[in-house]
Every structure is written in C-alpha cells, then in structure tokens.
C-alpha cells in the first residue's frame, strides 16, 4: 500500500529535549515536505526537500533541522523543543517534477507537545 | 492581509443541501489551485485542483476568478460523509514548495 509514515504519532516532551520525528514514504517519490499545523493558521511549510541531499527552508524553519539522506525517509529533528513547537506535524511526499506540481500525500500526522 | 483567506465557518447545513464556500487570494502572480478536504485529526486530501474554465467531479464543483482572485467550491446534494474542514490552496510559483495554504472552512452536515 502507498503510503507516508510518521512516527511518533504522539508525543509529550520537556523543553529542550532533543527529538526527531521520523517520516518514510514508499511511493518513490522525490519531493518530501514537513508542514505544521495550528489552530485558525494554514499549513506552514518548515522545510521542504527536492531530492537526495537536498533540502531547503520553508517559511517556518526555525528551531528545526531535516536531513535526506536517502530517497524514502525525510526525518524532523527538533534539537531543544520549546513550547511554541507544540503543534500538529505533517508530512507530505510528492512525485515532484522539478518545475511542476503534483498531488501531495500526507502522513497520518505527529502531535507534539511540548511542556 | 493573510495571502489565503477562508471563512472558518462552521457551515451547518442539512442533508441533502448545495452548500459554497469561497477562498479568497492576494497574490495575482497565483499559478494554480487546489481543494483539500481534511477530516477530524486526519490528514488532508487532495479533493480537486481547480481549472481556469471551472471543473466538475461528481457532486463537486470548483470555479476560478482571477479577476477578484477567489476560487469556490460548490457541494451539490450533500452527504452526511461530506463533513470535513476543506482547505484552500494556492501555489504562486510552478513547484509544490510555494503552495500557500488557507486554514480552511469547517463544514458539517445534519441530517
């Protein structure tokens, strides 16, 4: 089945507890994408990645780091959460035609908070 | 001004109703739209991207203005199933990485 998976799908953590949120896809898709989610806001993008070894920042990325070492996993690494990261995560994959636009497939979703 | 602007709603309707909400734009350099449906604690969808002549799947219809830069989208005879919050967006470039997102529109549905 095609599909993203992000793990943990719930977390509680204390400021300044390093975590990552893990995020795999297994469609092959090129273009993967972490979004956060907030009451009355749209989805922002935190940090979006085109392909292998390339990743650039969204309009939200502060306090967070990617990597993409390979194609399928995408993790979210949050280095000392603090309180104003307690949000609900997405992530989202694409076939990603450089230049193009395609339907996004999102994960089930990581509900984070943070005390 | 928010880029992307929905009413929140809720829109309550009865079964069985045509129900339309808008999405209002301000970028007119905007390149292409989309609808995403997103139920309760779930993830969104993609519903329908949203044509310059207007498009038609099913029950669902989604209309473009550029001139007053909004796009809506209509639900005819609708269905218990449909209650969700749908999610406008706008992508004001040619890649998925500039997709703008509206907070969307929460509707439900009574039977």
């Known amino acids: 089945e095609a599909q993203v998976t992000q793990n943990p799908r719930y977390l509680i953590t204390v400021t300044g507890k390093k975590l990552t949120v893990t995020c795999s896809q297994n469609m092959n898709h090129e273009y993967m994408s972490w979004y956060r989610q907030d009451p009355g806001l749209g989805l922002r993008q935190i940090y979006y990645s085109m392909n292998v070894e390339v990743t650039d920042k969204g309009d939200v990325p502060e306090g967070y780091k990617v990597s993409r070492k390979e194609k399928r996993n995408f993790p979210l690494i949050l280095e000392s959460p603090s309180p104003n990261q307690t949000s609900l995560y997405f992530c989202a994959s694409c076939v990603g035609r450089v230049g193009g636009f395609g339907e996004l497939f999102f994960g089930e979703g990581s509900r984070l908070t943070v005390l | ?111």
């Open chain 2, 1 to 111: 001004r928010k880029e992307v602007e929905q009413d929140p709603g809720p829109f309550n309707v009865p079964e069985g109703a045509t129900v339309a909400f808008n999405c209002t734009y301000s970028n007119s350099a905007s390149q292409s739209f989309f609808w995403y449906r997103q139920d309760c604690r779930k993830e969104p969808k993609l519903l329908m991207s949203v044509y310059s002549s207007g498009n038609e799947d099913g029950r669902f219809t989604a209309q473009l203005n550029r001139a007053s830069q909004y796009i809506s989208l209509l639900i005819r005879d609708s269905k218990l199933s449909d209650s969700a919050t749908y999610l406008c967006v706008v992508n004001i470039g040619d890649s998925n990485y500039q997709l703008i997102w509206g907070a969307g529109t929460k509707l439900i549905i009574k039977p």
